[in-house]
């Protein structure tokens, strides 16, 4: 029985020599940059489920400066749940709103809004007023592929997009502007394609919704 193909780092890494018919060194020694800026182009354009993850972290008493999760790229939504077990979603503002609205961080109330601190950390206001657990769903960053991480969700669930991403990403150096629509329409189409299919689980559960 023939196993059926599946992408890893080393098997891209082959593809890309082969449809650039090139096997020289200073191809070969160029090819890990060529894959991880065509992860950078991909996690830039595209929203998915695939790149999406929840994290639930501790929110203390007096501390209104939260680290954002490893790998975050984009926040979707940031909801606590108090010691009332209730949740409560937290509203998204500009720093300067929260500074305004809350501009002594040594009072406490229970937070209603975050902001951007900076690329690593969230704000919060109020101040929590107790001990708390606060949920960030959020766009990742994921772990770029190498010869120690050969798999991701990528080569699993989109590997013709990756593949066509590297191969975009490697015409420059290769000096074969012709080619560089060719590969930016496979890109595009590819990118089409999954972007309708993630569009489409999500009127799915718009359906379900509304059903129920």
């Given at each position: 029985m023939t196993t059926a193909a599946s992408m890893t780092y080393d098997s891209l890494v082959a593809d890309i020599q082969t449809y650039a018919e090139r096997d020289d060194e200073p191809f070969v020694t160029q090819i890990p940059r060529f894959v991880m800026m065509a992860e950078n182009r991909?996690?830039?354009e595209i929203k998915g489920l695939?790149?999406?993850?929840?994290?639930?972290?501790?929110l203390s008493v007096g501390t209104n400066v939260i680290a954002k999760p490893t790998g975050w790229r984009e926040t979707i939504s940031i909801n606590v749940t108090g010691i009332d077990a209730q949740r409560y979603p937290l509203f998204e503002r500009t720093y300067e709103y929260l500074r305004m609205y809350w501009p002594d961080d040594g009072a406490t109330d229970v937070p209603k809004y975050y902001s951007d601190y900076d690329y690593e950390h969230y704000l919060i206001a109020p101040t929590p007023n107790n001990i708390a657990l606060m949920e960030i769903h959020y766009y990742e960053r994921p772990e770029p592929l190498s010869p120690t991480n050969q798999t991701s969700w990528t080569t699993q669930y989109a590997p013709q997009l990756l593949l066509y991403a590297c191969l975009l990403e490697a015409q420059p150096f290769l000096k074969l502007d012709e080619r560089i629509q060719i590969y930016q329409a496979m890109f595009d189409r590819a990118?089409?394609?999954?972007?309708?299919?993630?569009?489409?689980?999500v009127a799915d559960r718009s359906a379900l919704v509304k059903e129920a």
């Open positions: 991909i996690i830039s695939g790149f999406k993850k929840v994290v639930t972290t501790d990118s089409q394609s999954f972007q309708i299919e993630d569009k489409r689980r």
